[in-house]
């Protein structure tokens, strides 16, 4: 599992969130997930689950869990 995805990803969730301040992993992993995290930002405190989107990958069941 990742914890910082990068630069591109921050730009991805910036509109919502306002400047990142803080990654942190949550109390408990998930699992076949590509990034769990807790962000701390401007626009307060995010829990974040995401998957990347590629072919054969997990996305349908993240969408499905929205």
Same mark, same amino acid.
């Given at each position: 599992?990742?914890?910082?995805?990068?630069?591109?990803?921050? +730009?991805? *969730?910036?509109?919502?969130? %306002?400047?990142?301040?803080?990654? !942190?992993?949550?109390?408990?992993? $998930?699992?076949?997930? #590509?990034?769990? +995290?807790? *962000?701390?930002?401007?626009? %307060?405190?995010?829990?974040?689950? !995401?998957?990347?989107?590629?072919? $054969?990958?997990?996305? #349908?069941?993240?969408?499905?869990?929205?």
């Amino acid at each position: 599992m990742v914890l910082d995805p990068g630069p591109g990803f921050r +730009a991805l *969730i910036r509109p919502y969130t %306002g400047e990142v301040t803080r990654i !942190a992993p949550p109390g408990e992993q $998930g699992f076949g997930t #590509d990034l769990l +995290a807790v *962000i701390d930002s401007r626009q %307060g405190r995010f829990f974040v689950k !995401a998957m990347r989107n590629r072919p $054969g990958g997990r996305r #349908d069941q993240i969408v499905r869990e929205r």
